[in-house]
């Protein structure tokens, strides 16, 4: 196995969190358990949809000030979002906390759970991990899945608490039970790590798969590599293709297209396509990610220089159709 497919660790600002690592399935090193870096990730992504196709005018975001100044709930929970995220206003977790706990203490529904889930994410508020405790367990009263899941999290990786096998596994059972994908993927990756509980890869690959169909991205990624490797489902060389496809085209992630590029590099489930190979792995250097900058180097020193430039023109023809 080329050692380009292994030891990867995604990071984020200030924090590497350093999970444990399927060592059968190269490449999922690069996958950790939810970290605060996966909340902050999330929770921003989440920020965004809520705040989707409004822009706000600097009059406008006076008003808002103005409303949630004076006690309008709604307003101090799109306030709190706000400032999370930067929209119309410049980033600043403090006042996004601020104004979430205001709508939160008001019961404006879900603000409860947004305000652990912020506090977990911002390391440089005093006590966050408590605080991030208190309201998730009060989002958890109604029935959220995302404060379980959020509470899993804590539980999991001893943030602010001893790590608890049982209670992380308890809360992640209970948005499980609710259908939450994060919930299904973090007790997945549990169960495939065997790190708070007996690994069972087959359990894992169940709950990758319930996460997939509602399309999580590391989740879909991780069951493609179950199936390009056989474990804990047969392996099926075409469904791992599949899948890594999807999280490679869909979702950009660079994981997958790093796997998809070294499956037409080394012939495996595809026919061996070195410009093929060198496009996706290119692809995926290009967001930072180590293992595809040593492979693509050593796919490019197995290629003539009109393969290269052939392999770039097609790497910048998809990036055009699909964005930057």
């Known amino acids: 196995m080329h050692e380009g497919f292994r030891g990867a660790r995604l990071t984020c600002a200030r924090l590497r969190f350093v999970g444990g690592a399927f060592c059968a399935l190269v490449i999922l090193l690069s996958i950790p358990l939810a970290s605060r870096c996966q909340v902050l990730d999330d929770l921003t992504t989440q920020g965004k949809s809520v705040l989707q196709g409004v ?14 100044e004076n006690g309008e709930a709604k307003a101090q929970y799109v306030l709190g979002w706000m400032y999370f995220v930067g929209h119309s206003v410049d980033k600043n977790h403090e006042e996004a906390l601020r104004w979430m ?57 001893g943030l602010g608490v001893e790590v608890r096998a049982d209670e992380a596994v308890r809360f992640f059972q209970k948005a499980v039970d609710r259908g939450f994908d994060k919930a299904q993927y973090n007790l997945g990756y549990i169960y495939a790590t065997g790190k708070l509980l007996p690994r069972d890869m087959k359990e894992a690959a169940r709950l990758f798969q319930l996460a997939a169909d509602q399309d999580h991205v590391r989740a879909t990624y991780s069951l ?12 099926d060389l075409s ?7 999807k999280a490679a085209e869909k979702y950009r992630f660079a994981p997958a297209q790093h796997n998809l590029g070294a499956m037409y590099y080394t012939g495996k489930g595809l026919p061996r396509d070195l410009i093929s190979a060198h496009m996706w792995v290119s692809l995926a250097a290009g967001t930072g990610f180590e293992p595809s900058k040593k492979l693509l180097q050593t796919i490019g020193e197995k290629m003539s220089a009109q393969e290269v430039d052939a392999a770039k023109a097609k790497a910048e023809a998809w990036t055009k159709a699909h964005g930057s």
Request: aromatic share 10%; no cysteine.
């Open 55 to 68: 822009d706000f005018t600097p009059e406008m975001v006076s008003a808002i000030q103005q409303k949630a």
């Open 101 to 157: 706990t205001r709508a939160a203490s008001q019961n404006v529904k879900f603000a409860k759970t947004q305000t652990g889930l912020m506090f977990l994410a911002s390391p440089d508020v005093q006590n966050n991990y408590a605080l991030a405790r208190e309201w998730l367990l009060k989002g958890a009263e109604q029935n959220d899945a995302d404060a379980w899941n959020g509470l899993g999290v804590i539980y999991s990786q």
């Open 224 to 235: 493609g590599v179950m199936y390009r490797d056989g474990e804990g489902v047969p392996q």
């Open 239 to 245: 469904k791992a293709v599949q899948l890594f496809q």
